[in-house]
């Protein structure tokens, strides 16, 4: 066998100099190594015009795993996973090749569903044992184990049960929510000043039946990964108005005011980007009876993903008179950016500083400096998380006006909810 030529692909810098402006483009000559088995994995190509070889190396020999034309794709298992090459390219003529780099793969595939990541490494294993297995067949006396085999140790590893099961919990959600085993809790929020409970947050549970109650972080995440997150959304509009209609029947019947009243229901961005979540959320608070002076949507700086459409929405609901509250102030990448374009009515300080704040000067500051800002934005501030006596004296010496939080009540479900409004 000829002496390997160095890998093209760790010599590409200086080729795609070579090519500049058209730097996605790569010339390669006839016999040209691409890549070599075994090495690093940064780049796919996709044949423009030539030939290009796949091959392994057999002892002092080489295999043909297969010749590509225009329009074939090749180098593409070893970005998908980062995993070293399992073959050799070299191009049979001149060749002309569009370059796509790992990481705008790495992307994609990161923000792909669970199901999507599984599927594709499962093919990639295929792949790969397959090759390795036509390797073994030219020299015998290696003694790889059959693909078969080799896919049923993978199904067993970490990585593929955690996306299996991932799928299967997916399966489950769906279930849950034409089950019905989806119900709502809620935690109240206190005027720090008075004491009075002003409103409550709503928050999604799901009691699986199979599994057990499931952490509202796993799979609030899921459902915001999978369409799930909206028909979820539907429900949780539904029955968080429902249930400000019973606060208030309760409210009046005691002969108290529910004017000032209000709910929070957290909206994730999926919801938020449907073109008629205005129009449904309205139609949700007409057909229980609820006014939206006492419904305030949390939301948090996600939903500036995409900007324009959610300026647009948040000014629509504002004006419809729906409170807006960001939430989790203080942990997006941009809080301050925000704050200056899009006008909202409240601000949720995000539970991380409230819990440092007896410990650490820095998030004092921090939590200082926020109330600060609200107050010259005319806005009020919200602190969530709060555990501790000392914690809440803090707030209310710096002038935060609500305050939810274990110390005052772990989230209830609304039967307990409307008997703590007697207390
Ligand atoms: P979040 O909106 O920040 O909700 C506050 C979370 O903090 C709740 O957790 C609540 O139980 C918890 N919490 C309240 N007080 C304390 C405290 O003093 N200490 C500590 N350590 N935690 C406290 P939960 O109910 O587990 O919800 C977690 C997250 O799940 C929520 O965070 C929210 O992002 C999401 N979520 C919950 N319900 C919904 C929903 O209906 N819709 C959407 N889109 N997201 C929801
Ligand atoms: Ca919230
Ligand atoms: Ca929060």
Known sequence: ????????????????????????????TAGETIFTEGSSADKAYIIESGYVEIFVGVGDDSLQLNVLGAGDIFGEMGIIDASPRSASARALSPCRCLVV?????????????????????????????YNAYLKALATPQTGVPSPAVTEKAYARSQQYQQILDDIKLESDLQNAVRNDDLSLVYQPLLDLTTGTVVGFESLLRWQCPQRGAVMPQRFIALAEETSLILPMGDWLLEHSCADLRRFQTHLESRGQSSASFFISINISVRQFQQPDFFERLMACTQRHGVDAQQIKLEVTERI??????????????????????LDDFGTGYSSLNYLERCEIDCLKIDQSFIQKLCSSDRAKILVGS??????????????????????????????????????????????????????
């Not at 790992?102 to 499962?122: G, K, N, T, Y």
């Not at 926020?370 to 002038?399: F, Y």
């Open 370 to 423: 926020i109330i600060d800002i609200a107050r010259q934005l005319g806005l009020p501030t919200v602190a969530e998380g709060i555990e501790t006596p000392a914690q809440m004296e803090t707030l209310k010496s710096m002038g935060c006006a609500i305050g939810q939080g274990f110390l005052f009540s772990p989230p209830l479900p609304l039967a307990e909810a409307l008997a703590l409004l007697d207390r």
């Open 101 to 129: 780099s790992a990481a705008q793969v790495a992307e994609r595939i990161e923000s792909s569903s669970p199901m999507v990541r599984l599927f594709i490494s499962m093919s990639l294993h295929r792949n790969r044992a």
């Open 1 to 28: 066998m000829e002496p390997a030529p160095p890998d093209s692909d760790s010599t590409g810098l200086m080729a795609d100099i070579a090519i500049a402006p058209d730097c996605n483009i790569r010339l390669f």
């Open 304 to 325: 500036f993903l995409n900007e324009v459409e959610a300026i647009d929405s948040i000014g629509k609901c504002r004006a419809a008179g729906f409170e807006v509250s």
